[in-house]
């Protein structure tokens, strides 16, 4: 059964950083592209980031590009995100997921929530 | 990269028909045929119900279809039934290597 579990996520302070983690299993984690989607609190999904099988390529949507960095350790079946220079609008549930390539996001995890509050 | 548009809300009865309409520009919907859509009940991770603007993946019910015309794509809901009360999200391809989402659809079965 393939799970992917998040972690790190909390509350910072605006210009803060976190680490945000992504524990993967049930399938073989280096043959998958992988991303990061978010979701504010009452708000729509916006695509965040996408890194493919070797981390050799890296695509981020442009509110977040010289901030985020998307990283994955194929060894430790994990994603990961780090966020710097936080922002209010970056306050948002992050869902790690499987990407099939396209569009397709066809697993998910339940999600991590980060709140960028003073 | 900005959101696709989506309806923000649609409703019908138990048994009837419903189309979210999923609005994007040529440089998105009407530029690729990589158009997907998410259901995702509250406090629920998303689901993956249509890709490739018309296949549903191993699982999602035939009630379930897409379809596009030039910049606007559509999910349509057979058969309405209680459980496919959610929110509906369209996504794109957006052209190097990016996607976008659509705004949601909350759907409303009376």
């Known amino acids: 059964e393939v799970q992917l579990v998040e972690s790190g996520g909390g509350l910072v302070q605006p210009g803060g950083s976190l680490r945000l983690s992504c524990a993967a299993s049930?399938?073989?984690?280096?043959?998958?592209?992988m991303s990061w989607v978010r979701q504010a609190p009452g708000k729509g999904l916006e695509w965040v980031a996408n890194?493919?099988?070797?981390?050799?390529?890296?695509y981020y949507v442009d509110s977040v590009k010289g901030r985020f960095t998307i990283s994955r350790d194929n060894a430790k079946n994990s994603l990961f995100l780090q966020v710097n220079s936080l922002r209010a609008e970056d306050t948002a549930v992050y869902y790690c997921?499987?990407?099939?390539?396209?569009?397709?996001?066809?697993?998910w995890g339940q999600g991590t929530l980060v709140t960028v509050s003073s | 990269q900005s959101a696709l548009t989506q309806p923000r809300s649609v409703s019908g009865s138990p048994g009837q028909s419903v189309t979210i309409s999923c609005t994007g520009t040529?440089?998105?919907?009407?530029?690729?045929?990589?158009v997907s859509w998410y259901q995702q009940h509250p406090g629920k991770a998303p689901k993956l119900m249509i890709y490739?603007?018309?296949k549903r993946p191993s699982g999602v019910p035939d009630r379930f279809s897409g379809s596009k015309s030039g910049n606007t794509a559509s999910l349509t809901i057979s058969g309405l039934q209680a459980e496919d009360e959610a929110d509906y999200y369209c996504?794109?391809?957006?052209?190097?290597?990016?996607?976008?989402f659509g705004g949601g659809t909350e759907l409303t079965v009376l």
């Open positions: 890194i493919k099988q070797d981390g050799s390529e890296k």
């Open positions: 996504c794109s391809y957006a052209g190097s290597y990016t996607l976008v």
């Open positions: 490739d603007v018309t």
């Open positions: 997921a499987r990407f099939r390539g396209r569009t397709d996001f066809d697993y």
């Open positions: 049930g399938f073989t984690f280096s043959s998958y592209w």
């Open positions: 040529s440089s998105d919907v009407g530029g690729y045929n990589y």
